[in-house]
Antibody, heavy 123, light 108 residues
Framework: QVQLVESGGGVVQPGGSLRLSCVASGFIFSSYGMHWVRQAPGKGLEWVAFIKYDGNNKNYADSVKGRFTISRDNSKNTLYLQMNSLRTEDTAVYYC????????????????WGQGTLVTVSS | SYVLTQPPSVSVAPGQTARITCGGNNIGNKNVHWYQQKPGQAPVLVVYDDSDRPSGIPERFSGSNSGNTATLTISRVEAGDEADYYCQVWNSSSDHVVFGGGTKVTVL
């Protein structure tokens, strides 16, 4: 069965850096695009970033563009999110999620999600 | 950027029908997807491409989409349906995923 396991969360000071990982199993990781989605405490879902199956196309929310970098290592079945210049408003649970089939011009949805990892940015 | 608007809350008695709306400019021209999230858990896909259900999702969950409003309908509501529900589209002009603000469904 499909499993996505995030790690790397923790407490970091404003301006600091953190790298999240998401290890995938139960499907052919190299064939699917992947997303990071976050959820601040008590708030709704916020999309963060997307990477195509081969890593050649990446997109970011305006709120993280220039500070966060999404990447993947298909040989290790692992998705990453490098977070730099962290701000207090980046405090959230970060989920990795798998694209159901592929992101076309009309549709892109997420069929499996990890359990999330908590990032707290505080001094 | 594309904005999706959901009511913050919907209350429904057990056995009745809950309807959760998701408003967006010409959303009928987009494919809408819906997620259920229970406290402390990750979101779960319940409807995709406006009205299709993933395997394992009860037929009580259905969706529709037309004009400026998409709707998730939960028939014969059960206590276990109490959760937050989010609509989502793909904004192809920016290649961004967009979520609605979420609707908390309370079963009375």
């Amino acid at each position: 069965q499909v499993q996505l396991v995030e790690s790397g969360g923790g407490v970091v000071q404003p301006g600091g850096s953190l790298r999240l990982s998401c290890v995938a199993s139960g499907f052919i990781f190299s064939s699917y695009g992947m997303h990071w989605v976050r959820q601040a405490p008590g708030k709704g879902l916020e999309w963060v970033a997307f990477i195509k199956y081969d890593g050649n196309n990446k997109n970011y929310a305006d709120s993280v563009k220039g500070r966060f970098t999404i990447s993947r290592d298909n040989s290790k079945n692992t998705l990453y999110l490098q977070m730099n210049s962290l701000r207090t408003e980046d405090t959230a649970v970060y989920y990795c999620a798998k694209v159901a089939i592929y992101c076309s011009s009309t549709s892109c949805y997420l069929d499996y999600w990890g359990q999330g990892t908590l990032v707290t940015v505080s001094s | 950027s594309y904005v999706l608007t959901q009511p913050p809350s919907v209350s429904v008695a057990p056995g009745q029908t809950a309807r959760i709306t998701c408003g967006g400019n010409n959303i009928g021209n987009k494919n809408v997807h819906w997620y259920q999230q229970k406290p402390g858990q990750a979101p779960v896909l319940v409807v995709y491409d406006d009205s299709d259900r993933p395997s394992g999702i009860p037929e009580r969950f259905s969706g529709s989409n037309s004009g400026n409003t998409a709707t998730l309908t939960i028939s014969r509501v059960e206590a276990g349906d109490e959760a937050d529900y989010y609509c989502q589209v793909w904004n192809s002009s920016s290649d961004h995923v967009v979520f609605g603000g979420g609707t908390k469904v309370t079963v009375l």
